[in-house]
C-alpha cells in the first residue's frame, strides 16, 4: 500500500523565517495531496491541498509544490508567525475513476515551533 | 456552519469492555471517515461510509466496526478493548463531490484510555 515519508520530525524558525516541511510517497497512482494543521486538542485542519494536476499552489503565506517524477511535495511557510506554530501533517490519496474512498494515508508529522 | 461534532470528548475504559463513539458529519456531507491518531503509529485510517455502506477499511482487527444511519451520523464500536487500543479517535466528513480531491473535514476527536 501507499506509504508516505515526511521529514523533519521538528522544525523550529524564528518569526519571520520561512519554514519548508518535505514528504514523498511510494504509489505513483497517488493524485491528491493535502496538507492538515493540527493544534493542541484539535482535530486535524486542512490548510491546502493540491492535485496530482497541478504543479503548485499558494494561498496567502502558504504554498505547496508537487513533483510527480520524484514522488514528492513539500509545504512552504513563508513570514512564519508564532500562531503557526502545531503539527503539520502531510498526506497522500489514489482517488480513481471520479470517486473517492476517502483514504488518506498520512506522513509521521512536523512538529513547528516558532520563536517569537 | 457547525463543524464536526464527536462525543463524547474524553472516555476512560478497562480492558474487556466495548465502547461507541459517535460522529455527526457537517451538514450536507455523505461521507465518513474514521481515523486513529497515536504518538508510535501517527493517523491510521480505519474505515469510511457513505450512504450507510461501508466503502473502504483499514488494516484493523474486526472488534473495530462502524456503521453509518440514514442521516449520515456515525457511530464506531470497539468491542473486547485491549490496552493498546488507547488513543484518539478521529471523525471526517466530505461532501463526497464526484472528482479528484475529496476535503476531508476532521472533528476534534475522542479521547479513549484503557486502563
Known amino acids: 500500500g501507499e506509504n508516505v515519508e515526511q521529514h523533519p520530525s521538528t522544525l523550529s524558525v524564528q518569526e519571520g523565517d520561512s519554514a519548508v516541511i518535505k514528504c514523498t510517497y511510494s504509489?505513483?497512482?497517488?493524485?491528491?495531496f493535502p496538507w492538515y494543521k493540527q493544534e493542541l486538542g484539535k482535530g486535524p485542519q486542512l490548510i491546502i491541498d493540491?492535485?496530482?494536476?497541478?504543479g503548485e499552489k499558494k494561498d496567502q503565506r502558504i504554498a505547496v509544490t508537487l513533483n510527480k517524477t520524484a514522488k514528492h511535495f513539500s509545504l512552504h511557510i513563508t513570514e512564519t508567525q508564532p500562531e503557526d506554530s502545531a503539527v503539520y501533517f502531510c498526506a497522500a490519496s489514489i482517488n480513481a475513476g471520479g470517486t473517492s474512498y476517502g483514504k488518506l494515508t498520512f506522513g509521521q508529522g512536523t512538529i513547528l515551533t516558532v520563536h517569537p | 456552519k457547525a463543524g464536526v461534532t464527536q462525543t463524547p470528548r474524553y472516555l476512560i475504559k478497562t480492558r474487556g469492555q466495548q465502547v461507541t463513539l459517535s460522529c455527526s458529519p457537517i451538514?450536507?456531507?455523505?461521507?465518513v471517515s474514521w481515523y486513529q491518531q497515536t504518538p508510535g503509529q501517527g493517523l491510521q485510517f480505519l474505515f469510511e461510509?457513505?450512504?450507510?455502506?461501508?466503502?473502504n477499511k483499514g488494516n484493523f482487527p474486526g472488534r473495530f466496526s462502524g456503521r453509518q444511519f440514514s442521516n449520515s451520523r456515525s457511530e464506531m464500536n470497539v468491542s473486547t478493548l485491549e490496552l493498546g487500543d488507547s488513543a484518539l479517535y478521529l471523525c471526517a466528513s466530505s461532501r463526497r463531490a464526484q472528482g479528484v480531491g475529496e476535503k476531508l473535514f476532521f472533528g476534534s476527536g475522542t479521547q479513549l484510555s484503557v486502563l
Open positions: 493540491i492535485r496530482s494536476n497541478v
Open positions: 461510509y457513505f450512504s450507510e455502506t461501508q466503502r
Open positions: 504509489d505513483s497512482a497517488s493524485n491528491y
Open positions: 451538514s450536507g456531507h455523505r461521507s
